[in-house]
């Protein structure tokens, strides 16, 4: 079932109009989901927009999932956008390492823009409650983590996220901190631990920065569902 995302019951946006009609080609008595202010809604389209119910059960876990993502290749930032928000994140602020070496000063609101099209189209796909927030880049001193901080890499011993999760009990957010390309510097890694991270490992493989988003972000998730 088809489901699109905004703000009022009261019409249809142009925009979910043109993909309905036009993209979906969607019939006057076919029912869709509309989700608004967080909650789901079942709907026909017949010239004007026809709430029927309000559905009760829920696409998104307890324990919310905050996603510090360092600032990557374009293409590879947007693939773990997209597939993040598929396997539950809820925000994604993009970090500013010593090592990130991309730079998009004076292109911000072009970024965002784009940025946040992208996960409202993940989150229609994997049939999301919310959109994920995406906020203005970071520099890592400049963060306030929220909830228990999960920091993957390379260098941790005998830490796994089952672990850390293991212990999480009463706690509703986790963040997730992912590094650059070239990797921590070792200073932010002394930083991190002063703040009391949780510093794991994703196995003895070395993997690239979007992948390591997406498998942590995905343990969370998967762990918050079976528990």
């Not at 967080?38 to 026809?50: N, Q, T």
Request: glycine share 6%.
């Amino acid at each position: 079932m088809f489901r699109v995302f905004q703000d009022s019951l009261e019409s249809l946006s142009e925009e979910n109009r043109h993909h309905l009609l036009n993209v979906v080609r969607l019939n006057p008595d076919e029912e869709f989901e509309i989700v608004s202010s967080g909650k789901v809604y079942r709907a026909i389209y017949d010239g004007e927009l026809k709430i029927l119910r309000e559905v009760e059960n829920s696409h998104e876990t307890r324990l919310r999932i905050n996603l510090y993502m360092a600032l990557i290749k374009q293409d590879k930032f947007e693939l773990a956008l997209e597939k993040t928000t598929e396997v539950g994140v809820s925000s994604i602020t993009p970090i500013i390492f010593k090592r990130t070496v991309v730079n998009i000063k004076g292109k911000e609101d072009k970024k965002l823009l784009r940025w946040q099209k992208i996960l409202e189209s993940a989150a229609k796909q994997s049939k999301r409650d919310i959109i994920p927030s995406i906020n203005n880049p970071e520099k890592l001193e400049n963060i306030n983590f929220k909830g228990t901080l999960i920091v993957p890499y390379e260098g941790a011993e005998n830490l796994y996220i089952d672990d850390v999760l293991k212990n999480t009990k009463g706690i509703e957010e986790i963040s997730i901190l992912i590094g650059p390309e070239g990797g921590f510097d070792e200073s932010e890694i002394e930083y991190l631990k002063t703040m009391g991270c949780k510093i794991v490992t994703l196995g003895t493989r070395i993997l690239r920065a979007e992948t390591a988003a997406i498998v942590a972000c995905y343990q969370v998730g998967v762990n918050e569902v079976v528990r």
